[in-house]
């Protein structure tokens, strides 16, 4: 095993020991003046059970950090092993509902069909953490159904 000590010169060996950690992905929506919106996110983590709570982290230097960071309500969708191009599908602009099956929840917050499991949340906090906010959010409904999860490891969707 080789140590280093990460610096913002060279972030490369640090993005490849986070990548030994295996995730993974979601879809998180909200509702925003110019529509609704999301974004593929691995950063999504439970945080508390009672009462219910989870995060995720948008990137400071995303086009949609401030619309994630101030809005009142966000959906977090993980998703299934068959759903990789949506996933790829949201790390592009965001916008594009059109070709997706979705309709809208508590607060307008966009509800994306087919995923594993989802989570409707109130934006409970939001902390800057680095180039990364830490978004709390307090969760007010969820759902579920069976089936394999799409993985992200080494930098790579795993489709299986
Ligand atoms: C597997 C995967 C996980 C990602 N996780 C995050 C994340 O947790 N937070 C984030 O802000 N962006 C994440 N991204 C990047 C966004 O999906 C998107 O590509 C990026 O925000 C594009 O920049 P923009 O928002 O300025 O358009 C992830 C991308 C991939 C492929």
């Given at each position: 095993m080789q140590s280093f000590i990460p610096n913002a010169q060279d972030p490369r060996k640090f993005?490849?020991?986070?990548?030994?950690?295996?995730?993974?992905v979601c879809v998180i929506t909200t509702d925003c003046p110019r529509g609704p919106l999301g974004i593929t996110a691995n950063s999504f983590v439970s945080v508390s059970l009672d009462p219910p709570m989870v995060l995720w982290c948008p990137a400071r230097y995303s086009r949609r950090y401030e619309a994630f960071t101030t809005?009142?309500?966000?959906?977090?969708?993980?998703?299934?092993?068959?759903?990789?191009?949506?996933?790829?599908?949201?790390?592009g602009d965001g916008l594009d509902f059109a070709p997706l099956k979705w309709s809208r929840g508590a607060d307008d917050v966009p509800l994306l069909e087919g995923c594993l499991a989802r989570f409707e949340?109130?934006?409970?906090?939001?902390?800057?953490?680095?180039?990364?906010?830490?978004?709390?959010?307090?969760?007010?409904?969820a759902a579920t159904r069976e089936g394999a999860p799409l993985m992200f490891l080494d930098g790579r969707f795993q489709p299986g």
């Open positions: 993005r490849d020991a986070l990548g030994k950690y295996a995730t993974g809005c009142n309500s966000f959906a977090i969708h993980v998703l299934a092993q068959d759903q990789l191009e949506l996933a790829r599908h949201f790390t949340c109130e934006n409970y906090s939001v902390t800057e953490a680095g180039d990364h906010a830490v978004v709390i959010g307090q969760v007010i409904r």
